[in-house]
């Protein structure tokens, strides 16, 4: 079946330093897709979300990029701090049916 | 704010029980959804409901049966616990512009 997936399962970075976290969808149907970040012990919580009409969207220090061309979904970090180290998950809305995750990618930011 | 509220955070229980985890929400909101987490695989949907009384199998439901009948309320049934269903359950609600989820069911099958 068809499922959304993320490039990497952890990431690395510095305190300041930009974050860039990725993911690929692979159905072409699906129309919106939304970013979660899950702290430990919470349930995911939403980040920002972009519909397909759109490649950007910004929002307080994240912006995420959409191309439909490669099916590819992207969520940029700036500044990242130490609050943000969480897993990300990216999940696409195939329009009537429940949302579909990716695996999630686990950020940790150093002092 | 929507508010979804899992009745435990952990849980453990033997083999062969059945188990029952509750979650309720305050929004009145018709779609509500249960996922299982597990490390590398992400969150998988186990059922969901778009109504009192009715329910759709997800990617995952075998092993698990689910009960609606109100709408605030949504509950996930494990039949006859198997050690292979310990896990992390997300309950969530929501509509076309994203979930509201609980802070998750941790349970233990031993």
């Known amino acids: 079946g068809e499922s959304v997936g993320l490039h990497l399962p952890t990431l690395s970075v510095q305190e300041g330093d930009n974050s860039i976290i990725n993911c690929a969808y692979s159905?072409?149907?699906?129309?919106?897709f939304i970013w979660y970040k899950q702290e430990s012990g919470k349930g995911p919580q939403f980040i920002i979300d972009i519909r397909s009409n759109m490649d950007k969207r910004q929002g307080q220090r994240v912006t995420v990029l959409l191309n439909k061309t490669v099916k590819h979904l992207s969520l940029q970090i700036a500044a990242t701090q130490p609050g943000d180290s969480a897993v990300y998950f990216c999940a696409e809305d195939q329009a009537g049916t429940a949302l579909i995750f990716g695996k999630g990618t686990t950020l940790s930011v150093s002092s | 704010d929507v508010k979804v509220t899992q009745s435990s955070r952990y849980l453990v229980k033997r083999t062969g029980e059945k188990v029952f985890l509750e979650c309720v929400q305050d929004m009145d909101h018709e779609n509500m959804f249960w996922y299982r987490q597990d490390p590398g695989l992400g969150l998988r949907l186990i059922y969901f409901?778009?109504?009192?009384?009715?329910?759709e199998k997800g990617d995952i439901p075998e092993g698990y049966s689910v009960s609606r009948e109100k709408k605030e309320r949504f509950s996930l049934i494990l039949e006859s616990a198997s050690t292979n269903q310990t896990s992390m359950y997300l309950c969530?609600?929501?509509?076309?512009?994203?979930?509201?989820f609980g802070s998750g069911t941790r349970l233990t099958v031993v």
């Open positions: 159905n072409s149907a699906s129309d919106y």
């Open positions: 969530a609600t929501g509509r076309g512009d994203g979930y509201t």
């Open positions: 409901s778009y109504d009192v009384k009715m329910k």
